[in-house]
């Protein structure tokens, strides 16, 4: 009876998932056909006026559609779900809701297409070629006079990125078993630093770097350690998401057959777990650095110290002279550094 109970329990979840998905699958459905196939194609409009009017109008819209097609074969969220069953010489792809599917993909193209403003037209504008034949027969006629300011550049991004992704490491190391599901879940008070923790690093992690080095040139002033301290803080949070989840990925026969012993959960982890994350800890480890180095070019644009913050400088000024020989030696660094990553992570195999 319990059993029964709870089936009827699961269906009327599901039956909620699918009318909220075909709610927000209808309302997205009628705003992007009116924003951009009635405002911006058929008006020419290419700045349409946005309101919040119009997502309300097209939410009410959506939870009308919905109630309508609910229970017939267009119905996409009982389709994405499984609710609606299928014949043995049926395909998904035969039923309405697929065709709806592809409707929304479509559409999202098109938006795409229409809200990055894309016109071929401009690119080949006469005034555009003579503008960008002048940046790049400049970039391709560096100027070599500079090239002991900017290997300097290029050696103090080099270890900018090195310092943060060293700084970064053994707190990622001890913060990733923390953010591990099948280490922190089996009590309320471990649960709870899980949540907590995974709800600050995707915070942290979802804000990028160039606006954690804007925010720290504020803080301490302009120069490569605002970018090291932005790029540390990035990367704790990105490397404790892939050592987590490598964490979560390990075998778990070790850990209960020492759990069964009566082990620490110390010492389950350091002899059950950590043997079996060494070598992809290490991988992530190489890449990020990369990934840093790369970075680091990057937020040098906003104050972060660097080749990126002489870049800047000769950018604002128009000497696209100098700019090439800057491009040049960044290209040397990230290649540098993509065939030493690859390299290591070869040797690690």
Not at 6 to 32: E, F, G, H, R
Not at 114 to 120: E, G, I
Not at 327 to 337: D, E, R
């Amino acid at each position: 009876m319990q059993k029964k109970i709870s089936k009827v329990k699961n269906k009327n979840v599901q039956m909620v998932k699918a009318y909220i998905l075909d709610t927000l699958a209808w309302a997205y459905i009628a705003l992007v056909s009116y924003k951009v196939l009635y405002d911006r194609i058929y008006i020419e409009n290419r700045y349409p006026e946005f309101t919040w009017k119009q997502p309300t109008y097209a939410l009410y819209f959506g939870m009308a559609a919905a109630a309508l097609l609910f229970f017939t074969n267009f119905s996409l969220g009982r389709g994405s779900l499984g609710l609606i069953k299928l014949k043995d010489d049926e395909s998904v792809t035969s039923k309405p809701f697929a065709f709806i599917g592809y409707l929304l993909i479509i559409l999202t193209f098109i938006t795409g297409f229409y809200v990055s403003q894309v016109s071929l037209k401009e690119f080949f504008s006469a005034q555009g070629l003579e503008g960008a034949k002048r940046i790049f027969t400049a970039l391709f006629h560096p100027n070599w006079s500079i090239f002991e300011q900017g290997l300097f550049a290029a050696i103090e991004t080099i270890y900018m990125a090195f310092i943060a992704t060293a700084i970064a490491i053994p707190i990622a190391f001890l913060l990733g078993f923390l953010a591990a599901r099948n280490l922190m879940t089996g009590n309320p008070v471990g649960f709870f630093v899980y949540t907590a923790l995974r709800t600050i690093l995707n915070v942290s992690r979802s804000i990028e770097p160039l606006v954690w080095a804007i925010i720290f040139s504020v803080w301490v002033g302009i120069g490569p350690f605002s970018g090291m301290l932005a790029l540390c803080l990035h990367s704790i949070a990105s490397l404790t998401k892939q050592y987590s989840e490598q964490i979560e990925s390990v075998d778990d026969g070790p850990i209960e057959a020492m759990t069964a012993t009566g082990a620490h959960p110390v010492q389950v982890v350091w002899f059950g777990v950590v043997p079996q994350i060494v070598l992809p800890y290490l991988s992530y480890t190489i890449y990020r650095w990369d990934i840093n180095v790369r970075m680091a070019t990057v937020i040098g644009l906003v104050g972060g110290g660097g080749i990126g913050n002489l870049l800047m400088q000769y950018q604002g000024q128009a000497r696209w002279n100098e700019v090439g020989l800057l491009v040049i030696l960044i290209a040397i660094i990230v290649w540098t550094m993509d065939w030493a990553s690859s390299v290591i992570r070869e040797a690690l195999k």
